[in-house]
């Protein structure tokens, strides 16, 4: 069965086949155990449990010490990308915003403090350019992934 | 006497406290704020009070809720934990006032511990050589900042900025340049004054390659004051300690003995009573400075209970009843170390994290211990600090007891939300840790540009045949999840389904 996840790197293309009670991938197996995890033996002789859960979309998976968190790609669905704008790296509240739109900022310059969990943390110009929408103002809650700020960046 | 106790905190250290009760004898209460309603530390309370309010400041800050809670519910002594209202010496002679036992030592000495340039004085007095630094009293904004520019100039760069009724790193800023004084001033300021209700800042002269050492100490009523060895506590990201240990890998018997000596001297000085731990920074050439007094119970304890075999948090309760501490002469034996898990996207720059623990299995097996405050099933909100368990291991040795921390992280199962547990196992392969040569400055070294795990290929491999695996055989339908738990139909109700018994 194909599956598509999303990793750092782009998109990776999974492909699983059913053999008895065996998942087959190239020279790797893997049998599903009676608790729910999967014992995954790998072509280079090293085995182990892999235990899984699915929130939402992702697939989380715990394999020897590394923990991974995968998106799945929907069949059929499209890719948003990143408009460009500054986004909430977690779920918080703005404390300051100091810029204004139609502002020329430089690259690193501080644009908004947020806080999450009692600590404060800066969001920063990425380039130098210009404020073009500000979304937010103090005391707004905003969640993971909300777009803060938008800028164009300056072409040189 | 003491036979009731109110735990006016709330996750890890709520728990391990009404354990501590439940194996002592005594009642104990739990408060909570409504978005702690499930909780596991509600649970292990004998009975548990909602507080009113939205905010930490009208919940677990509500000294007066919290004091009208334990009246109605008859705990005769109230438990403060740490943070929160645990170094607050008005809330300590409120509670007193009431008639309630403070678990914790008076408000005087709370007071002049808790006021850095006060315990600064007490310890110099002592003989304790101390680091340079200067408190700033005023609190308008514009006065502070103008004596903080003073300041800096006697004080000397690189400096450190720390909130004056801080700790756990809020309010704390290192500052290498005069040019950045101001701006860090400014979000120390507000930052404190979040978080604690006060936004006086302290100025230190910031000491690198500098090990942090701590000494434990134990009053009680019947003058016995003891300190039980140190904890080193150097591995720190954002002064956020992430890695403890007891004894000190380079500590020598001299060392320890002159610490022990000034820590207790410490304690004397302000007739403390219960447990509390001195803070130092232990020099590459053995010299050692005071940095401050903790007058709490600490988040890393667990390491010394593990090589002193002593229940500081049991001891804590004896002395407050006004019983004499039980532990006998100091004996420290093996090696613990203790690993603090984070909801925290350590490769995004420790950004913490949330999610639900879809799957949350600690480690087993000998010499392991887990002090946590959440379970399977629970959420990971934005709303409380994101230290969500402390996982410590006990060894004969160091060389052991880390090997023994390896594998208990590597068994350590968290799916669902993003953990530092990668960050903690990498961690125990550093060169500096294997040593035990590190230093408080060590994760921004090693990692200037933030770190990433390393991930050999074959296990991205088996990460991605898994979720393959796992999304073909449909495993996800299989096992309710928390987000798939609500589409549960609850079907007409069962005439059988109740509980019949019939005694002969």
Redesign the interface.
């Known amino acids: 069965?194909d599956?598509q996840?999303n990793s750092p790197d782009g998109p990776?293309d999974?492909?699983?086949a059913?053999q008895g009670d065996d998942?087959i991938?190239g020279e790797?197996k893997?049998v599903?155990e009676r608790d729910?995890r999967?014992r995954?033996h790998?072509a280079?002789g090293?085995s182990?449990y892999?235990?899984?859960?699915?929130?939402?979309d992702n697939?989380?998976?715990?394999?020897?010490?590394?923990?991974?968190?995968?998106e799945?790609i929907e069949p059929g669905a499209t890719q948003g990308g990143n408009d460009g704008g500054l986004t909430a790296?977690?779920?918080?509240k703005v404390?300051d915003v100091l810029v204004e739109e139609g502002q020329s900022v430089e690259s690193g310059q501080t644009l908004m403090?947020l806080?999450?969990?009692?600590?404060?943390?800066r969001i920063l110009a990425s380039a130098t350019g210009t404020i073009t929408d500000v979304y937010f103002s103090a005391g707004d809650q905003v969640q993971?992934g909300s777009v803060l700020l938008a800028m164009t960046e300056e072409e040189d | 006497m003491v036979s009731k106790v109110l735990v006016a905190n709330r996750g890890e250290i709520a728990c391990r406290i009404l354990r501590a009760c439940s194996e002592a004898g005594l009642e104990s209460v739990a408060i909570y704020a409504e978005n702690d309603a499930t909780s596991l530390f509600v649970e292990l309370a004998d009975e548990s009070v909602m507080l009113h309010g939205d905010t930490i400041a009208e919940t677990y800050l509500d000294q007066n809720q919290i004091l009208m809670i334990a009246g109605e519910t008859g705990a005769d002594a109230i438990h403060p934990g740490f943070g929160f209202l645990s170094e607050r010496a008005d809330f300590a002679r409120a509670v007193t006032a009431a008639g309630i036992q403070w678990v914790g030592p008076s408000a005087n000495a709370i007071e002049k511990m808790g006021d850095k340039m006060t315990a600064r004085i007490t310890m110099r007095d002592a003989g304790v050589p101390v680091i340079p630094g200067e408190e700033i009293e005023s609190t308008d904004e514009e006065e502070a900042l103008i004596a903080i520019q003073q300041a800096s100039t006697r004080v000397g760069y690189p400096l450190l900025l720390k909130a004056s009724s801080g700790g756990g790193g809020?309010g704390m800023r290192a500052v290498e340049h005069p040019e950045e004084l101001l701006d860090a001033a400014r979000?120390a300021r507000?930052?404190a004054l979040?978080?604690f209700g006060d936004g006086r800042v302290y100025l230190e002269r910031l000491l690198t390659g500098s090990k942090h050492v701590e000494i434990q100490v134990l009053a009680d009523r019947h003058g016995r004051t003891i300190h039980l060895g140190e904890r080193e506590c150097s591995v720190q990201r954002?002064h956020q300690k992430v890695f403890e240990e007891a004894p000190c890998a380079t500590m020598t018997e001299e060392i320890r003995a002159a610490m022990g000596k000034a820590a207790v001297a410490a304690a004397m000085a302000v007739n403390y009573e219960g447990a509390g731990t001195v803070e130092f920074l232990l020099a590459p050439n053995g010299e050692f400075f005071f940095l401050e007094m903790n007058t709490r119970i600490q988040v890393e304890h667990p390491v010394t209970e593990l090589v002193t075999g002593v229940d500081i948090v049991r001891e804590q309760l004896r002395i407050a009843a006004g019983e004499p501490m039980s532990c006998g002469e100091l004996n420290i034996r093996g090696h613990a170390i203790e690993v603090r898990l984070y909801a925290e996207d350590a490769s995004?720059?420790f950004?913490?994290?949330?999610?639900?623990l879809?799957?949350f299995?600690p480690p087993e097996g000998p010499g392991i211990r887990l002090d946590t405050g959440v379970r399977q099933g629970d959420e990971v909100t934005?709303?409380?600090?994101?230290m969500l368990a402390k996982l410590i291991v006990w060894a004969p040795s160091r060389e052991e007891a880390l090997q023994r921390m390896r594998r208990s992280?590597?068994?350590f199962?968290?799916?669902?939300t993003?953990?530092n547990?990668?960050f903690l196992?990498e961690l125990c392969d550093v060169p500096d840790v294997i040593e035990g040569t590190t230093d408080t400055t060590m994760i921004d070294r090693l990692w200037p540009d933030g770190w990433s795990?390393s991930?050999p290929v074959?296990?991205?491999?088996?990460?991605?045949?898994?979720?393959?695996?796992?999304?073909?055989?449909g495993?996800?339908r299989?096992?309710s999840?928390?987000?798939s738990r609500s589409d549960d139909p609850s079907g007409p109700t069962s005439p059988f389904a109740t509980l019949n018994r019939r005694y002969p």
Do not use: C
Request: charged share 20%; aromatic share 8%; hydrophobic share 50%.
């Open positions: 069965m599956h996840f990776v999974v492909t699983v059913k998942w991938l790797h893997a599903l729910g999967i995954i790998l280079n090293v182990g892999a235990t899984v859960a699915k929130v939402d697939w989380w998976v715990h394999f020897q010490g590394h923990t991974f968190n995968l799945r790296p977690m779920p918080g404390l403090v806080e999450a969990m009692k600590m404060e943390h993971q | 809020k979000s507000r930052e979040a978080a954002r995004n720059n950004l913490p994290a949330i999610g639900p879809a799957v299995i934005p709303n409380y600090d994101p992280l590597e068994e199962v968290v799916l669902g993003t953990t547990l990668r196992r795990p991930v074959h296990i991205e491999d088996a990460a991605f045949m898994a979720a393959a695996v796992g999304e073909s055989a495993l996800h299989l096992r999840t928390p987000s």
